[in-house]
């Protein structure tokens, strides 16, 4: 049968000995318009294969439905992969971590109280099943069995560092050879989970970024014979928004994969090109404290997050070029930028007003949580009527992630996760004036079991030790297309936030472009209705990449949702990025 077969010194593909040479490289993360020009320069780099992984949130943003329309037609981008000579490793999860929005795991699960992701919880498992019935049909006839070029396709992902329950591993399994995936089957984890997070008859690999010669004896002690591969090779690293901005030197990471090639082992190169967490798609971790990822997954990787070639795309090929062979092709140059140009944000709309497009809310005796009201991101807003006039402490159990808090329109202060805020003080100018918290999802959990991350507040609110009964709740999604067609701006001087803020500015030729946010606060980013992401004064990150397609000759229009408010009324796109200050 054609495709990949696993023996006991490495790979054979087609019959003929074959090493993996891989590197990530997300769809979901990319433009569409952009794939090909991304694969083309894997191939040119010396890759011979892809990995990507498949977010079953975005494909299926409500149960029982899977779209695969624009940045979510896989089928696509696998022929696109195959029409440039690369092969696929597809990791479809259903967990993915990826720094990825709850790691990939629909939002819509946690509606289920008391559900246990990635376990083997019926209601869970009912679920995967869904997903892997819409899912496997598409990519079946791309398995390299087939003469298509998905070489392997991976069972869940780095599950020892979460759990050990081989049952739920061996269900995941079952459900993808019943679905008819006939290629092999793999595990990844780091050297220390290999045990937990491994199955009998399914070949594991290794993730690791240093330590080449452990990380590869750990593997083989554990699995004595077969391919020798590290799934993740991590080259750089992601970045979370009030720390600075993470980087790998080239020297050192292009040294280790010399190191893991020259053991005649198989790689996955983990970021070949990262891309974006555009709108509102990026993750957070918890180890104690909450932590946002950033919207620019650049992961200092070989192919920077416009596309570019950047340090490590030479010095990676140079290193490949002693282990196999590289395509006898130039460097690809980098992509044409667009010339500085300056956006006057001319027109505004409040953003309490757009709730009323929404609808009337969900009343109830206390704040529903997103997942109550069936919103997986963006936005909630809960409104209430304090019974006193006078000075009053608020107090909430949990706040997800970020809550900005209001007196009868006026701003009275913030409550951050992040800091382990849960209570405020201010004073009630009368009796019946309207509280009213705005709540943010900063992005679900993505690792460990904080992956279970409901949204909005979370348990009892209360004001001076008494919960108040009568709550509003209006969802405030922001990630669907239209909802722009109902805002009504107008021309005024700088609204204090949270509020839409309206420019257009013309061009002559599409090109990429960096979007600086220099004198604005927090916020989002809409370019002719395309969500570029969050932003955020604290940074590291200073601008927002533009894909050059989102862009259009003549007229565009760029909307700005300023959270809090702003010491200019543009903003810049720029020919260059503003990632940070780097640590290596």
């Known amino acids: 049968m054609p495709g990949l077969d696993i023996v006991e010194d490495g790979f054979r593909l087609d019959g003929e000995p074959f090493r993996i040479i891989s590197g990530g490289i997300h769809y979901f993360r990319i433009h569409p318009d952009q794939w090909a020009d991304r694969l083309r320069k894997a191939r040119l780099m010396g890759l011979n294969t892809v990995e990507t992984y498949v977010p079953w949130n975005l494909h299926a943003p409500r ?22 000579g690369l092969r696929v ?56 069995s087939r003469g298509g070029p998905v070489l392997a396709v991976q069972v869940e992902n780095e599950y020892g560092a979460y759990g050990s329950d081989t049952d739920y591993l061996k269900h995941i399994a079952k459900l993808l050879r019943d679905g008819g995936v006939d290629v092999p089957l793999f595990t990844c984890d780091q050297p220390a989970d290999l045990a937990r997070g491994g199955l009998d008859g399914v070949l594991r690999t290794v993730n690791f970024g240093s330590r080449v010669d452990a990380g590869l004896a750990a593997l083989r002690e554990i699995q004595p014979t077969g391919p020798l591969m590290c799934s993740e090779f991590w080259i750089g690293w992601f970045d979370r928004w009030g720390a600075v901005h993470k980087g790998r030197s080239t020297q050192d990471a292009a040294a280790d994969l010399d190191r893991l090639l020259a053991a005649g082992a198989s790689v996955n190169i983990y970021m070949f090109h990262g891309g974006t967490n555009f709108g509102f798609t990026n993750g957070a971790n918890d180890k104690g404290t909450y932590r946002p990822t950033v919207t620019s997954y650049d992961y200092d ?10 340090a490590k795309y030479a010095a990676f090929r140079e290193v490949i070029a ?43 005796s206390r704040p529903l949580s997103m997942e109550e009201i069936g919103q997986a991101v963006g936005f909630v ?30 701003p009275v202060g913030v409550l951050e996760r992040e800091n382990h805020e849960h209570a405020m003080s201010f004073v009630a100018p ?35 030790g ?30 204090v936030g949270p509020a839409f803020h309206r420019g257009e500015f013309e061009i002559d030729e599409p090109a990429d472009a960096f979007l600086a946010t220099d004198g604005w606060t927090k916020g989002h980013v809409w370019i002719n209705g395309f969500a570029l992401g969050r932003y955020w004064s604290r940074g590291p990150q200073g601008t927002l990449y533009v894909p050059a397609p989102v862009l259009r000759s003549g007229r565009n229009e760029l909307v700005v949702l300023e959270l809090h408010g702003s010491a200019t009324d543009a903003v810049e796109l720029r020919g260059s990025s503003d990632l940070g200050i780097t640590e290596e």
Not at 469 to 494: K, Q
Request: net charge negative; charged share 25%.
């Open 89 to 144: 490793l597809v990791r479809p999860g259903p967990y993915i971590c990826a720094e990825w929005e709850g790691g990939g795991l629909p939002s819509w699960l946690l509606a289920h109280e008391g559900i246990a992701m990635r376990s083997c919880d019926p209601v869970f498992l009912a679920a995967v099943e869904e997903y892997f019935d819409a899912l496997l049909p598409l990519i079946s006839p791309y398995f390299g």
């Open 322 to 364: 002693r282990h196999a062979p590289v395509p006898d092709e130039p460097i690809p140059a980098s992509g044409r930028k667009l010339a500085p140009v300056r956006v006057s944000l001319t027109e505004s709309a409040g953003l309490f007003e757009l709730a009323e497009l929404f609808g009337p809310g969900v009343g109830a």
């Open 381 to 410: 807003l809960y409104r209430a009527t304090l019974p006193d006039a006078g000075p009053a402490v608020l107090r909430v159990e949990d706040v997800r992630d970020r809550a900005q808090v209001f007196i009868d329109g006026q």
């Open 301 to 310: 990787a070989p192919l920077d997050e416009a596309g570019d070639p950047a």
């Open 63 to 84: 149960r029982g439905e899977f779209r695969t329309d624009g940045i979510l037609d896989l089928t696509r981008f696998l022929e696109l992969a195959a029409a440039e």
């Open 430 to 464: 009368r009796a019946g004036a309207v509280l009213e918290l705005l709540v943010e999802n900063l992005g679900r959990v993505n690792y460990g079991q904080g992956i279970h991350d409901r949204k909005g507040l979370i348990g009892d609110v209360t004001v001076n």
């Open 466 to 495: 008494a919960a108040l009964d009568t709550w509003i709740t209006t969802a405030l999604p922001l990630d669907e297309s239209g909802w722009e067609s109902g805002l009504r701006f107008s021309a005024s001087a700088a609204r």
